[in-house]
């Protein structure tokens, strides 16, 4: 037996006081546009889904796709403006959003779970009414604030082992589609499960303060005043006040950390260190 062995099995054996603590734990991952950067990184968070899930953690994935998006209003030559991290959203911009999340970026992360021996099912905030929406802001546009979750269907298939894999587009109470920013859809979903944790995955190790370190321990006062300070700006917003909301809704803790990192979640969930920023209530 050499080194290796014996490191791995000190790893383990640390592992198992978590493993123990997150058995039938939800666990809503956020996995943002940034953090699915190719083919390799999507298949190394899969395998991670599927491992949470193989020892029994109940993950639900909320994923983003802004990049994407741009990419396609690009090709189609529409243009697009953010306010405060979220996108203005007009009936054209709609029509392209919920068909490259819904269609293309929920698509590979349901196939790439599967190929890595977990059994995912793709759906939106559409299906059996998980989210319906009001407009965020006259402002916004066809942007969704999550009124209603019914997260009925997340349980059924919790139940039969299945991982859901959830676009975050909202339905309207008149029919209309919803444009909702992926963190806000992953904390009203979070907050709806009563989660044990919120985990979202950015292309930053954590929240920065003024210095540029990581804020490993965050407060709902310190994030007040960075913001203030306008160091918590862009896309960051969003994530920090979805990760209080959640809070406020009764999940346990929210983390900001990197998807980017080598098994970001398993590290999170499963080590004395943790990753990224946690904000507890
Ligand atoms: N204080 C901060 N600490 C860390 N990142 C910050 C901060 N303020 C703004 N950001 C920006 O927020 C970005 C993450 O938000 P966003 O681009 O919306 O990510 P995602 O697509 O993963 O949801 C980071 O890449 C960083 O540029
Ligand atoms: C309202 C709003 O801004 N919606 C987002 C939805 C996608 C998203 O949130 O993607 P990331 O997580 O990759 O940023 C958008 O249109 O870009």
């Given at each position: 037996?050499n080194?290796?062995?014996?490191?791995?099995?000190?790893?383990?054996?640390k592992?198992?006081?978590?493993?123990?603590?997150?058995?039938?734990?939800?666990?809503?991952?956020?996995?943002?546009?940034?953090?699915?950067?190719s083919?390799?990184?999507?298949?190394?968070?899969?395998?991670?889904?599927?491992?949470?899930?193989q020892?029994?953690?109940?993950?639900?994935?909320?994923?983003?796709?802004?990049?994407?998006?741009?990419?396609?209003?690009?090709?189609?030559?529409v243009?697009?403006?953010?306010?405060?991290?979220?996108?203005?959203?007009d009936?054209?911009?709609?029509?392209?959003v919920?068909?490259?999340?819904?269609?293309?970026?929920?698509?590979?992360i349901v196939?790439?779970?599967?190929?890595?021996?977990?059994?995912?099912?793709g759906?939106?905030?559409?299906d059996a009414?998980?989210?319906?929406?009001?407009?965020?802001h006259?402002?916004?546009g066809?942007?969704?604030?999550p009124?209603e979750?019914?997260?009925?269907?997340?349980h059924?298939?919790?139940?039969?082992?299945?991982?859901?894999v959830?676009?975050?587009?909202g339905?309207?109470r008149?029919?209309?589609?919803?444009n909702?920013n992926g963190?806000t859809?992953?904390g009203?979903i979070?907050?709806?499960?009563?989660?044990?944790?919120?985990?979202?995955?950015?292309?930053?190790?954590?929240?920065?303060?003024?210095?540029?370190?990581?804020?490993?321990?965050?407060?709902?006062?310190?994030?007040?005043?960075?913001?203030a300070?306008?160091?918590?700006?862009?896309g960051?917003?969003?994530?920090?006040?979805t990760?209080?909301?959640?809070?406020?809704?009764?999940?346990r803790?929210?983390?900001?950390?990197?998807?980017?990192?080598?098994?970001a979640?398993?590290?999170?969930?499963?080590?004395?260190?943790?990753?990224?920023?946690?904000?507890?209530?």
């Amino acid at each position: 037996m050499n080194s290796d062995w014996f490191a791995t099995a000190r790893t383990l054996s640390k592992a198992l006081p978590y493993l123990q603590r997150y058995d039938g734990a939800i666990v809503v991952i956020k996995l943002g546009g940034h953090a699915m950067s190719s083919d390799e990184a999507m298949a190394d968070f899969a395998r991670d889904v599927v491992l949470m899930s193989q020892v029994g953690v109940r993950p639900v994935i909320v994923h983003g796709g802004g990049p994407m998006i741009n990419a396609m209003l690009d090709r189609l030559g529409v243009e697009s403006t953010f306010v405060d991290g979220k996108r203005v959203t007009d009936a054209k911009t709609v029509e392209v959003v919920e068909m490259v999340l819904s269609g293309r970026v929920n698509k590979w992360i349901v196939q790439a779970i599967n190929e890595q021996g977990g059994q995912a099912v793709g759906l939106s905030g559409k299906d059996a009414n998980l989210m319906i929406c009001d407009p965020s802001h006259p402002e916004l546009g066809f942007v969704g604030e999550p009124t209603e979750v019914n997260p009925n269907l997340i349980h059924q298939l919790h139940s039969s082992d299945i991982i859901p894999v959830v676009a975050p587009i909202g339905a309207g109470r008149n029919g209309e589609t919803f444009n909702v920013n992926g963190d806000t859809a992953a904390g009203a979903i979070a907050a709806a499960l009563k989660a044990d944790r919120l985990l979202l995955l950015t292309d930053v190790d954590g929240v920065r303060d003024a210095s540029g370190q990581v804020v490993t321990e965050l407060t709902a006062d310190h994030i007040a005043k960075l913001r203030a300070e306008g160091v918590i700006a862009g896309g960051m917003i969003p994530k920090t006040e979805t990760a209080l909301g959640a809070i406020h809704g009764g999940v346990r803790a929210a983390v900001i950390l990197d998807g980017r990192a080598p098994n970001a979640c398993l590290l999170e969930l499963f080590t004395d260190h943790g990753a990224g920023s946690i904000i507890r209530p």
